[in-house]
Every structure is written in C-alpha cells, then in structure tokens.
C-alpha cells in the first residue's frame, strides 16, 4: 500500500537514508515515489534544501526523466513496448488494441484507477516480442487478449 | 538426485517459465522423483524458450519451447518427448557459435560464485601489475562493445595516464536500443563477470569506486545483479579497495550516452557534456573516469586469463574478438549469437536467423538499435565489422539485429526514427531538440504529397544538419534510419493523398 499523504517528516527520512551518496538525488526520487507513488510538489522544496540545490533544479530534474510522475499511477501499470522489435512483431496494433479495450491514451490512467500504460522503449526482450512489464512482470510475444487478460487478473 | 535447469531470464519469464518451473516441482512431487532445480540465466535460444535443460550421463538434455502441460516423468528423468532437442551444447545453433564474453551464460547458477570458478583474470592482472594488463587489453584488440567500438585498452590507458586523488570505473548498463538484450542477459545470467571485469578496471587504473547504471526498465536484472553484488561483497571479492555501486536510471534513453549518464548519475538532468574534457580525463564528479559497456567489461576476465593473442585471433579486419549478435524482431531464430567478426549480414539474418517468424520473406533489417540504418537484402554481402558497415552507411552499434518481412511500411520506420529523436532528445543541442519535430512534419507533408521534391530536398537538408550539429549520437545517427529508408525504399515515400 502506497503512503497516500506526503509528510514532511517521513520525506525528511528519505532524503536522510540516501545523503551519503555520491549523486543522491536521483536514488531520492526513486525512492520517493516508491513511497508515495509518485514525486510529491510539496516535497521538492525539501530535497532542494537538503541538497543545497534550487527548487527549480530539482524540479527540472524530476521532469526531464519520464518515469517520475506528478499523480499516482492506477493500481496496474502496464509498460508496453512501442519500440522496432516490437513493431516489427505487430506492436502497434496491439498497443491500440489496447488502449482501446481500456479506453485511454498513452500515460492516461483509466477513469477507475485500475490501469495506466506508459510507453516504454525496449524492455530488452525483443527476442520474444512484442513484450511489456505488468507491474514489474515481463510479458512475451504478446496478443491484445493476452495482455488485457493479465493486466485485468490483477484490478 | 536429477539436475534440472530452469532459465530465470527475463525473455524466459516473459513466456512462461516460471509456470513451467512450477510444473516441474508438481510432476516430481507427484511422481516422488528427487530433483534439484537449478536457476540459470538463458542460454539465448530466445524461439526455444522455456527451454529447460535436464542432466544425464551424455550431457544436459533440453526441451522447449515448454508449456506447462508439456511436463511428464520422462522428461524429468531426460528422456524421449516431442519437444526434446537433445544434448543442448551439440545444437547446431550453438555449435557455431564460439562463446567467449557468454561462455557461461544459461549455464551456470548465476549467483554461485563456485560455478563461477574463480577470478582468473583478476588474478592475472594481479601478477602482471596495471600497465601490462592495459597492454593486454590493448593487444586484444578489444573495442567498446557499447556501439562506438572505441579501442578499450587505449581508454584505460588515458584514465591510467591521468593523475587525481579518486577515479572511477562507470558500466553502462543502459541498454535502450531496441534489439538488444546482451547487458540484461549478462547481468541475470552471469553477473561476476562483469563484477571481475569492473574490478579489473580498477586495479589497472588505480579507481577504488565502481558504479553500474542499469534502466528501470530492467527491473528483473536489477535484483539480479544487486544479489551478485550482496554475494561478492560478502565473498571479499568487492571491498573497501574497490567497491561497486548499483544505479537505476529513470526511462530516459539519452542516458546511454556516455556524458548523459554521468550527468545522471551526479543527479542532473541527462544532458550531454562536450568533449572535450573526455571522461578518462575529467568525467564523474570531474575525476577521470573509465565509462565501459557491460560486454566489454564482461569480455575483460577472458582476456586477461586467456591471453590477448587468444582473443585477438580471432575476428576480422581492425574488428577483433566476438561480438554477440542479438537477433530480434520478426525473426525465427530469435536470440543472441555470439560469433567473430566477419560473418554476412545476410548469414546471420536468413541462415542464423532462420528468415522472419511470419515466415513472409525479409524485406529490411536495422541495424545497431533506433539510430542504426535499415538495410535492404541488396546489402545483405555486408561483412559484419565496424569498417565495413560504416562503409555502407550503417553501424553494428552494440550488436542489435531487428528484422522486418515484407509488411513493413519504411516511411512509417523513418517517421517513427524522428519521432523517437524528439520524444528522447535531452534538448541541448538545437537540431535534435527542433530538428526531429520538424523532421516528423517533413515526412508527414512527403506522404500526403505536398511539394515532394522540396520536401524530399528539405528531409535530406535536415538530417545533413542533424548530424553535423549534434553533439551526441542520439541526433547525429538519426539520420542513419531516415536516410537509409529513403534511399533504399523510396517506393514506401510516395505520396498517399
């Protein structure tokens, strides 16, 4: 279960556990949106102060890499495949086929909370394409019911 | 007791082999047969997988592609079943393949350091001193395997050469071209390799620091590889005298560039550095620094326990060594081959390969990941070796082949190329961060027919000024899958109305 309020004294912590890094803020972010899901606002201002760094550093970090989010994402998030290998094996089609059956866009997360898909490109088993992670599962040669099968098993 | 091997490689997962493994517990179970599983990495017969391997008196017997279904007595015990391909190591696949960097991979227990067998080459290293394992590294004609084929031994000899109270050995592990899978496989399959290869680098250039920068996207090999790390530490293999840390980037390909990925990992946006300083000069934190693909890393313990001349004979031309080949896309042996520089494209592709898995014929192949060149099957005489590929306008890059039949639609594949400079551009430079939007337009006004020849003129201008303007390789190669698909199918740009 993901924390649902950012507090100021639990991001405090986190920021804490990772300042005897070399380069910490990058393993901050991860492990703040471990946490909460996605990279609270609120707590921008405090990994900026710990790091001795400007807000706008840090927020220009947080937005420049595509995996850190400003909302939390469904209860499913589906990375799926738009890169060559997969498209060469019928991912396009897939990826509409699928989005379609959830009725959202790339990056959307359905109106239920249940699902979003992000685009990723190459999950590093073009091998068995087209391919895409279920929260963290690697899935292979993949058909739209295949996919939508195992992403609804878990909502 | 029946040694059973089960991959725990990503590829292998994706398709089902932790429900195979599942069955396996339940059919011994049931039968009351002794087995002792173990957990492997993938031996890279990707169309065969789950493949799991049993072992006899003649050898490891294999059977797959495996559903769950698929278990019975027999075949826990190695016998005769529909799906049998006998003794694994005699499969013709791998027969021709001379396994030098993936010599254990799929294999052994990924994180038993006894069927690691010991740091040879470390060893070795430690008996020669640092500058004449540089000079093995440099005699072996090793080059960075990550895509640029810089000569390896000549880097280490510049970060050597360098003086500094610290330096580091940076892997990137930031395996984003599509196609490629050879890091990830290292990494779950034979991990101390690259541990060794890293502490290689160390003691040859004096660095006390390690660090991995592994994808998000590669969550299974992350724990993997973080295990091997806990196993090794705890071994006294990695101490206070060189210590390896691992790093997650965040979804951003531009990362994989080598002064992106130290403004990642010193926590800023993955923009990408001038050179020079070069990195071996001034690279993390300004300190010089080694920054190596995981495979040249990985090759490293081989070269130094095997001698240089061992991996300098073979290969081809200015290309020495292997390289693992990873057949991916629409191909029906998918997987990873390793093999010496100097086969045909067209070798590898219909031969290797095995033609398309549609079983329609090949119409294109890309090359070296998204800034690789599409080759038509008039290329196909293309010795696969840096020079000769870059005689042709390509680039083997790190090793990727992504083949597509005769239902692709290249201007679809040109349009995508630009599209993914302007999604992934890390914005510094004015012809990559524009440029691409502008690119995807130019394409997009070619289709519908307006102004054809002006706007076939403008998308060569542009790729002209993509890669002369650029600083990495990210806009600088785009041009290589626009213009390859331009000039090799141009009967895919006519206009659609």
Redesign the interface.
Known sequence: MLAEIPNEKRVREIVAAHAH???????I??ALQAEYGFIPRDAIPIVAEA?NLTRA?VY??VS?????RDKPAGRRVV?L?R???????GGAALAEAVLKHFGIAWKETSADGAVTIDP??????????P?A?VN??????LDAKRLIAAVEEGT | MTRIFIPND??A???GAEAVARAVLLEAAQRSLVIDIVRTGSRGL??L?PLIEVETPEGRVGYGPLVPGDIDATLLQGGAHAKCIGVVDDHPWLKRQTRVTFARCGIVDPLSLKDYGGMRGLSRARELGPAASIAAVTASGLRGRGGAGFPTGIKWKTAADASADRKYIVCNAD???????A??MIMEGDPFALIEGMAIAGFAVGAR?GFVYS???????NVTFAKALSVARAAQLIDKDFDI?L???????VCGEETALLE????????VRAKPPLPAHEGL?GKPTIINNVLSLATVPWILAHGAEAYAAIGFGKSRGTMPV?????VKH???FEAPFGMTLGQLVDDIGGGT?SGRPVRAV?CGG?LGAYFPRALFDTVYDYEAFAARDGLIGHG?I????DT?DMAA?AR?AME?CA??S?GKCTPCRIGSTRGVEVIDRILKGEKREMNLALIEDLCRTLKLGSLCALGGFTPYPVMSALRHFPEDFAGRG
Not at chain 1, 64 to 68: L, N, V
Not at chain 2, 215 to 221: F, L
Request: hydrophobic share 40%; with cysteine; aromatic share 12%.
């Open positions: 890094l070399e380069g910490p803020l990058l393993p972010l991860h790091l550093e220009g970090v420049f890499y595509h995996d850190f990375k495949c890169a060559e290998a997969c498209q060469a094996m990723v490109y190459c999950l590093g088993f073009c091998s068995v394409a391919a992670l963290g599962a690697p899935l292979g040669r | 990503s590829a997962l994706a398709v990707h169309w997988e395996e984003g071209d599509s196609g490629t899978f890091d990830r620091k994808r998000s996207e590669y969550p299974h090999a840390e790093r997650i980037g965040a979804g951003a390909y990642s990992l010193e926590g800023r946006r993955g923009q934190f990873q057949l991916a896309g629409n998918a997987g990873l898995a890309q998204p990727g992504v083949v597509f039949d692709v594949q995508f993914f999604i992934e890390c």
